[in-house]
């Protein structure tokens, strides 16, 4: 074997399976660390396990989310995944797009060779959390998606949690947008196909049956380890009360991410 072909195997053994992070509710709430995730990354990345952090956030650019990581002390380039580089699978290069959504879709399209459109003449509309959403982009989406367009939506999380309180989702916008054209739409992030597809390509593992997905919402979360076939670590830590009944079942649970870590390193 040729030395400069080893890059392109990619040799996981046993003990060094990929760890998938959520992010809100497991390494941090609202970009304040959760008390002992940061410490607990790094034990994971030095018992030589790939930590990578999977959100359906779409707004923001992968840059931003690398930042806001490094601001707490986590090193992440590389290691982000998006619902928004997801739903850039589901897209041909060359493909015309019209956005409703932020800027982390339109960062996703263009890495993919896709056109981001402002008119309704389009191949995919893509929707995502944004906050300038008004009757006017519902009505052009819609026209767009009822002329024959792919309805596309990063998630479908109906609320998200903020310190302010409970805020509509992404998945509020895109069910108004699904109403209003009568078209039930693909969905690319957690827990959703599009997302598992992502993985395996960053990971270059083709069986992720030993990895974990740590998070805090079994129905992301969880059914997304389910998507993967991986274990699933339910924290406590973000959205789930300890003692509320989790479905799917989780293989592991911990207050945090922390004791999680302490369980897969067997401390
Ligand atoms: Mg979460």
């Given at each position: 074997m040729l030395l400069s072909n080893l890059s392109d195997f990619v040799v996981v053994s046993a003990d060094s399976f990929p760890i998938l992070c959520d992010l809100d509710g497991v390494v941090w709430l609202a970009h304040e660390p959760i008390p002992g995730s940061v410490d607990a990354v790094q034990r994971l990345r030095d018992a030589g396990h790939r930590v990578l952090f999977v959100t359906?956030?779409?707004?923001?650019?992968v840059a931003e989310q690398q930042e806001a990581l490094a601001r707490i002390g986590i090193e992440a380039r590389g290691d982000v995944l998006t619902s928004a580089m997801a739903a850039a699978l589901l897209v041909e290069p060359g493909e015309r797009v019209l956005v409703c959504g932020g800027v982390g879709i339109v960062e996703a399209l263009e890495h993919r060779g896709a056109i981001v459109a402002t008119d309704a003449i389009v191949d995919v509309v893509m929707v995502g959390f944004h906050r300038t959403f008004d009757y006017e982009i519902m009505r052009v989406a819609a026209d767009a998606v009822r002329a024959g367009a792919r309805l596309i939506g990063t998630n479908d999380d109906a609320t998200y949690p903020t310190p302010q309180g409970v805020i509509p989702g992404g998945g509020a916008i895109l069910a108004g947008i699904a109403v209003a054209s009568g078209v039930s739409p693909i969905i690319a992030g957690k827990p959703y196909a599009a997302m598992a597809e992502l993985v395996l390509i960053e990971t270059g593992?083709?069986?992720?049956?030993?990895s974990v997905m740590v998070g805090d919402r079994p129905e992301t979360d969880g059914l997304f380890a389910r998507t993967l076939g991986c274990r699933y670590a339910q924290v406590w830590s973000g959205v789930t009360a300890r003692g509320s009944l989790v479905s799917p079942t989780p293989d592991l649970t911990g207050a945090n991410l922390a004791a999680i870590t302490d369980l897969v390193l067997g401390r």
């Open positions: 359906n956030n779409s707004a923001s650019r593992v083709d069986d992720l049956s030993a």
